[in-house]
């Protein structure tokens, strides 16, 4: 196919060219009529005139692509010196030259020897020059000519890419731009119509157009609906000539994708739902969800969910679920059977981004019906009240009767309620309620001043169903009564100068009450009856709850009388009036001249931290009571090491004797012969044990040794059937040690201890075939034997 086209170009390129360019001829002997012939002279090089009936010009014009088997024909230099005798010789020089171009160095025709291509070189620059042959001088100056490529359609034209991707909102108005393609065409622009590009569309009709000179993609189609068709592949054609017959072409491809509008308004699949809520569902708790559907997608798609109008309006809310676009309904009250057991609402969905461009397809909202209908549950009892708040006096008998609280049952069928303290509430149990009818009582004396509040939880429970209960907070406020007398704020211990005149304060007092006074505490002081006449004292109420100790006489003498105490009594101005005695003790002591106290008869006053005869004289009897009861436990133990082991011989209790023996190791040989242990088979019947004295009367008994292949559990079993019928035993627990290795090895015994027991020397000659690790050992008792033989 590309021949068929070059071969076309090519001649519509000859066709093209005729009228200002000579034909070229084949390579022949003869020049045709009208020969392309550059004359060297030594005029101007790019003078274009007329000499000696031939056409001088400085360029040459050459097709590109020639597909003649000869070489192609460029044009003839000829010098005004050549007189035809062969005297002088062309040489050419410059782009190509004796590679691409040659010339006849006799003749000076120029010849093309490749096909060339435009695309690659459009120009040639050459220099040709004739010289004596025989001299090899120049002639005349060397000149410069062109050879021009000329251009052939000969390339298609070429797309900037392979696959275009473009994109246009939905619902566009005709003409609309989506893309624009380009194709570049590699032939010479200003020769012909070889790059000249036309577009046209060959797929994507009737919904989208092109321009044939700009490539302009535009939609053709009103309305194309996304819904309907998302995507659209468009073929576009550039064909270079003009679009002429036999021009080259290519091909690209556009993938146009149309994009979201909101043009799709919310639509609910059905009219009615109707969901089912128990009335114990908790307030923020789902019920169900509802979905509008919505052709479009992403923010196009967003719609927002509303309770419009409906009698439970205020009962229930609607959100939006981002993710899938549903309406989540949910309680936002308490439900209640028993007063309303179905709600009927309206729900509406809207779109949240509106395009006002397509407000004429109608509201871009739906609505629906929601029906609820509400379930009964079996619910706990309901107080009358979230809380209780009781006041009662603390000297309110017992079994007084301070509130009561009610509950019912919210259910229809209206079950019996019980009620109940929560006794982690009231651990004293203070307080008690009738389980009938809600009434608290006290069931101990109350006391403001330990306790003010009482909070205690009531628990009110079906009869028929105790799992069906609920609570109420019950707050109780004991209120005061004047049941507690006023006392001094401190104990009070004071002293007096002997050197005190009369009428001298020596003593301010105060008082403090537990009482609560809602106008304030009024005390008053006075002294006791008693004490008023015969005190060498006085007392003055200062009316703002204190009150002065005053004295009466100008001197005291301590050694007359050291402690005077002064009894005061106090009274409140509560109802009932509670009155108490208090007593303060005055210490009659020295003073100096200023009044500062020097000494008094109760060392306590000068000397706090001194102490008496009566205590030193304490802490010496407990050291000797404490240092009596050391030594008699010294004593006891020391005589209970002394006691014998059994008292008596009718003492048959079990004792524990303990034997702090210990044996003399492997040194010691008088005791057991320990090769016997290890080599079973040596036992000499003849060897009693020697660490007691034989008897004649029993012989040890002799086993049977155990042999090879024995079970090392039967050997033990054997010996240990030995010594428990061995009468020989002594009368007293000890330890057998049964030390068996078998007799399966090879090797038998290495111990030196059987040794003692063998009656006749070992061959030890056999260590040497055991390999080097044992060597050594084959060499040590090899010279023992050695040494005996010698």
Known sequence: MRTYHCFWLLFWAGQLHQSCLTPLSKRTSSSPEKEKVLVLSGNSRRDLHRSKRSWMWNQFFLLEEYTGTD???????HSDQDKGDGSLKYILSGDGAGDLFIINENTGDIQATKRLDREEKPVYILRAQAINRRTGRPVEPESEFIIKIHDINDNEPMFTKDVYNASIPEMSDVGTFVVQVTATDADDPTYGNSAKVVYSILQGQPYFSVESETGIIKTALLNMDRENREQYQVVIQAKDMGGQMGGLSGTTTVNITLTDVNDNPPRFPQSTYQFRAPESMPPDSPIGRIKANDADVDENAEIEYSITEGDGYDMFGITTDKDTQEGIITVKKTLDFENKNLYILKVEATNTHVDPRFLYLGPFKDSATVRIQVEDVDEPPVFSRPAYIMEVKEDVPINTVIGTVAAQDPDAAKNPVKYSVDRHTDMDRVFNINSGNGSIFTSKALDRETLLWHNITVIAAEINNPKQSSRVPVFIKVLDVNDNAPEFAMFYETFVCENAKAEQLIQTLSAVDKDDSYSGHQFSFSLAPEAASSSNFTLQDNRDNTAGIFTRKTRYNRHEMSTYFLPVVISDNDYPIQSSTETVTIRVCACDHRGKMLSCNAEALI?????????????????????????????????????????????????????????GGEEDTQAFDIGTLRNPEAIDDNKLRRDIVPETLF?????????????????????????????????????????YEGNGSVAESLSSLESVTTDGDQDYDYLSDWGPRFKKLADMYGAMDSDKDS
């Open 699 to 739: 012989m040890p008994r002799r086993t049977a040794t155990a042999r090879d292949n024995t079970d090392v559990r039967d050997f033990i079993n054997q010996r240990l059937k030995e010594n428990d019928t061995d009468p020989t035993a002594p009368p007293y627990d000890s330890l057998a040690t049964y030390a």
């Open 607 to 663: 000397h706090p931290t001194g102490l008496s005869t009566g205590a030193l004289i304490a802490i010496l009897l407990c050291i000797v009571i404490l240092l009596i009861t050391v030594v008699l436990f010294a004593a006891l133990r020391r005589q209970r090491k002394k006691e014998p082991l059994i008292i008596s011989k009718e003492d048959i209790r079990d004792n524990i004797v303990s034997y702090n023996d210990e044996g």
């Open 71 to 77: 070489y192609q024909y460029v044009g003839k230099l």
